[in-house]
């Protein structure tokens, strides 16, 4: 294994949590990371620390059993990077040391214990990544702690580390006044800015709120809440019994026993820094130790567009036809909308997806790969507006409900700014069956109201009638006449 990752490297992080061990290997390092492939043991390592001082004998056993699984597998997958990172439990017992040596005689490599300010610096990192411009707070609760760290425009500056994670307050008595004896010590923490929740226990609340509500789509990265509607959420899982949480299949019984203090952790927190917003995040301390790795100018770039250009380079027939077609369109939009800009060449580079699904279905495929694409700077109305462009990419017409519920995210200018993206993008890959050469030969341009398409004379077998109908959709909304010159 390399000390240092190198830029399209394959990476893996072991996260040695207090509740539990976790294995995610990423295909490229760098500004956009793509999973593939994720494990993860609950142990329950934390359990009991309060009064035993030590690890939970029985996780002790599971962590060291899985852990040597996990380094043999990632060997076997070919990374090259590797990093076994220790958090709560195993800084705070006292056999914590006696744990990584066992772990690092077994493993033949090093583990790492974080302290609380790392862990809550690599957590807002995390956080970062996901989120480029988060200005607020940022909160993750594990197993064994709660990490809360100040966001200013994209930087992390104040941070601290309570141990407040549901494995810590389980056996405490007066739970309310522990958490908030925590939170009466903060003097930074400033009211009226949105908090964005990290840990997996606070994505099961936002996964639960979205079923409730029947939310269209279903992804806790970026899916957001006002302060009244968490609160009420946390009082309905405080409140509930174990037996409707049991009725509850979307999440495991290990998860439902520790969701009422999960609740009460995030309902004293909502009280005391009174948020303008909620806002979830799966981004968090293993995808933020990577990005800590990263070079500096690497940080400020766009991992939508990182991840979108990667997934052109690994699924399309022709990567740089995406490129061409955006700078083919660039005549009907304007510079200044740099937002709209940013998810048109997003479009461009997912337009070949679905080349090879079958014709009847690629409309609906593009729509939910596009919906559901594991990037990240993106919110959910930005994955409404790149799947209606896929959708519309490849001829999709009449949308289903639920496809109707996710475009409902977007406002009707950004529907149809979608449409027309999709127009363009179905125009360009029929005109030119998605070659380079023939559509840099093209242009489009509006003159006198007309939206017009011109085509070298040795072009003149290409005006047939799929390109016309085409076209002729692209001026309908664009309000414009049609035509087609090959002089």
Known sequence: MISHPRKGDRVSIIDIGSRSLQLVIYADFGRSLLPIHREKVITNLGQNLNNSGIL???GRKLTESNVGRFVSLVREMKVEYLALLGTAAMREAQDGLALVKSLETLCETSVRILSGPEEALYSAYGVISAFPEAHGLMGDLGGGSLELVHIDKGEPKEKTSFPLGP??????KDIHEVIQSALNSLSWIAPNQPIYLVGGAWRTLANYHMEKVRYPIPISLGYRLSPEEA???CRKIMKASPSQLEKWSRTTAERK?????ASLVLHELIQYILPSEIIFSSYGLREGYLYSLISPKEQKEDPLIEGCSHFNIRNSRCPDFAEVAYNWMNILFTEKNQQLNRLRLASCLLSDMCWMDHHNFDDRIGFFRALSIPYVGI???DRSFLAYAIFTR???KELSKSEEAAIALLDKEGQTQARLIGLLLDLAYVLSGGTTEILKQTKLGVKNDILG???????EDFEGFEVNKRLKRV???LGLKTAIDTS
Not at 167 to 172: H, R, S, V, Y
Not at 257 to 261: E, S
Not at 453 to 459: D, G, I, K, R, W
Request: charged fraction near 5%.
């Open 475 to 477: 001026g309908k909304i």
């Open 453 to 459: 398409l011109s085509l070298p004379n040795t072009f």
């Open 394 to 396: 490849y001829g999709g």
């Open 167 to 172: 494995l810590a307050l389980i056996n405490q």
């Open 56 to 58: 939970f004998p029985a």
């Open 379 to 381: 919110s959910h109305s």
């Open 257 to 261: 026993q520790t969701l009422p203090l």
């Open 231 to 233: 609160l009420k959420l």
